[in-house]
């Protein structure tokens, strides 16, 4: 059997894109049978307290740190070597979960932006389609600006009765409906591209599942694609995020701190 390190999926934000982040695992693995898989520990809970009304500081939001560490550390013990979080805004908090578990955690954030770089290095307008909490926060803006990029946001307008409706309103994706909010989405990101952005992010988890690039004249990146590839190899390779062959695994072994990258 192939010597592959165990990933662990923390999940629940949403459980549709935990199970889509499942599937694209699956599907972009490279096997002939059965155990060439790499072997996967996923948690869906949806107990996490909301993400949104904790990052934007809103009063009584409870934190969802905690029990998204308390998440972490069970896939740490039913044998995970490296943890993905399907959840562009849970991000926000990556350094708290990365400090208490001793595996490393993939950052999609800093692999999305590595991807932009390494693969449209003449692109300088990057526009994204995310949660006005993902947005307000800036950790897609930092990461790009770190590395010469300019982010291209929706105006108030497009984001508050397209983006915002087409993830939260009642017919929308956090309520299990694809159509209506797949054609406001691409509406968004028709208008960024005419507006000057070279290539667009899907930036929320939710966006991944119907934002796809068969249905669009302009490059849309995937986030959840970029870390399932990455995590695929570093699996495959039985390394963690950021180590070199076997550093990562030594040191949750040894009990000491993993590299964060």
């Known amino acids: 059997m192939a010597d592959f390190s165990t990933i662990g999926i923390l999940g629940g934000m949403g459980p549709e894109a935990t199970n889509q982040l499942c599937a694209l695992l699956t599907a972009l693995t490279p096997v002939a049978r059965d155990q060439d898989h790499i072997p996967v520990i996923t948690y869906n809970n949806s107990s996490i307290p909301d993400r949104v009304r904790a990052v934007r500081g809103e009063a009584n939001a409870e934190s969802p740190v905690p029990e998204m560490i308390r998440t972490a550390r069970v896939l740490e013990e039913a044998g995970a070597r490296l943890l993905l979080m399907p959840c562009n805004l849970a991000h926000f908090y990556y350094d708290d979960i990365q400090a208490a578990i001793r595996v490393p955690l993939l950052n999609m954030i800093e692999e999305t932006v590595n991807f932009v770089v390494e693969n449209y290095p003449h692109c300088r307008r990057v526009g994204i389609v995310a949660s006005t909490p993902t947005l307000e926060c800036g950790i897609y803006e930092r990461a790009f600006l770190k590395r010469g990029r300019i982010l291209l946001r929706p105006d108030d307008t497009d984001q508050q009765t397209?983006?915002?409706?087409?993830?939260?309103?009642?017919?929308?994706?956090?309520?299990?409906?694809k159509q209506k909010p797949r054609a406001l989405l691409m509406e968004v990101a028709e208008r960024l591209a005419a507006e000057g952005a070279e290539i667009i992010i899907a930036g929320c988890t939710e966006a991944s599942l119907v934002m796809k690039q068969e249905e669009s004249q302009f490059?849309?990146?995937?986030?959840?694609?970029?870390?399932a590839r990455v995590a695929i190899e570093r699996a495959r390779a039985g390394t963690g995020a950021g180590a070199p062959p076997g550093e990562a695994l030594a040191s949750s072994e040894s009990g000491a701190p993993a590299q964060a990258r």
């Open 219 to 227: 490059p849309i990146i995937d986030p959840m694609e970029i870390i």
């Open 162 to 177: 397209k983006v915002m409706r087409a993830i939260y309103a009642e017919d929308g994706l956090k309520c299990g409906y």
